[in-house]
Nanobody, 113 residues
Framework: VQLQASGGGLVQAGGSLGLSCKCS????????VDWYRRGPGKERELVAS???????NYADSVQGRFTISRDNAKRTLYLQMNSLKPEDTALYYC????????WGRGTQVTVSS
């Protein structure tokens, strides 16, 4: 299993960024996949998840600002982040739970005030 996230960067508060996670080594289309993040000095938290059928769930802190989506043909998970806040600064990971937990390497998002 490989989960390769990209798209992070530095953005001003109020700006937008889009993350991608290219997945391989498992049957992407039938599995729920997630985005997690770990901010400086914070615990890792679930940001958003999306089921094989496209049902999305979000953390309260990002509801209405972030959108998770997937392209099964491209085996890619996305996270569109709008109205970014400094507290969104974190390392963002894509995640898959099978019999084991699989984590991507992560991509850094930094939001300046």
């Amino acid at each position: 299993v490989q989960l390769q996230a990209s798209g992070g960067g530095l953005v001003q508060a109020g700006g937008s960024l889009g993350l991608s996670c290219k997945c391989s080594g498992f049957n992407f289309s039938i599995n729920t996949v997630d985005w997690y993040r770990r901010g400086p000095g914070k615990e890792r938290e679930l940001v958003a998840s999306i089921t094989s059928g496209g049902t999305a769930n979000y953390a309260d802190s990002v509801q209405g600002r972030f959108t998770i989506s997937r392209d099964n043909a491209k085996r890619t998970l996305y996270l569109q982040m709008n109205s970014l806040k400094p507290e969104d600064t974190a390392l963002y990971y894509c995640h898959l739970a099978l019999r084991l937990d699989y984590w991507g390497r992560g991509t850094q998002v930094t939001v300046s005030s």
